[in-house]
């Protein structure tokens, strides 16, 4: 569990969400249709964003995802990971042949129970939200750069730390 002192209280997770506009490249905090906090200088996968996404593609996925676990990360500063791949990542892989029944089995078990599928499938995993690390904040401000993920500054991560928990949409 990650527990990150501030001098400003954090604001009650509940009814938070999290949405992210890979098109517009955005990404805002929401309380029901309320916008607590927006950001404008995300980047995503390097080669856009996809309902069909393949382990390697440098594609973000498109979906519905809920955060399955905070930690601490050498590389990027902090690392919100998704839940991904979920189960209709799955049924469609499974329908055009990206993965096996096994797969989507597994997918389904772990989907049925709230847990967080295997981050070994051929459909990627290590989705999250994450912070720039040491990495160049220029090139993040001016390039989609990751393998998948949802970039934000350091700072930015941080602060996203105040309203989310996992579980969050």
């Not at 309902?51 to 050498?74: A, C, E, Q, V």
Request: aromatic content about 8%; charged content about 20%; hydrophobic content about 35%.
């Amino acid at each position: 569990q990650l527990i990150l002192m501030s001098a400003i209280a954090p604001v009650q997770a509940d009814n938070i969400r999290v949405v992210v506009d890979t098109r517009h490249e955005t990404l805002k905090v929401m309380r029901g249709k309320q916008v607590i906090k927006s950001y404008d200088d995300i980047a995503i996968g390097r080669y856009g964003a996809t309902y069909y996404k393949s382990r390697g593609d440098h594609k973000t996925p498109l979906g519905k995802f809920k955060i399955g676990w905070i930690k601490k990360s050498n590389q990027y500063h902090r690392f919100i990971g998704l839940n991904y791949p979920d189960l209709p990542a799955a049924d469609r892989a499974l329908v055009d042949g990206r993965i096996e029944e096994p797969q989507w089995q597994a997918i389904r078990r772990a989907s049925e129970a709230g847990k967080n599928p295997s981050q070994s499938t051929p459909l990627g995993g290590y989705i999250g939200i994450h912070g720039l690390g040491s990495g160049d904040a220029e090139v993040h401000g001016q390039y989609n750069w990751t393998n998948g993920c949802v970039a934000l500054t350091n700072e930015q991560v941080d602060q996203l730390l105040k309203w989310v928990k996992v579980g969050t949409p």
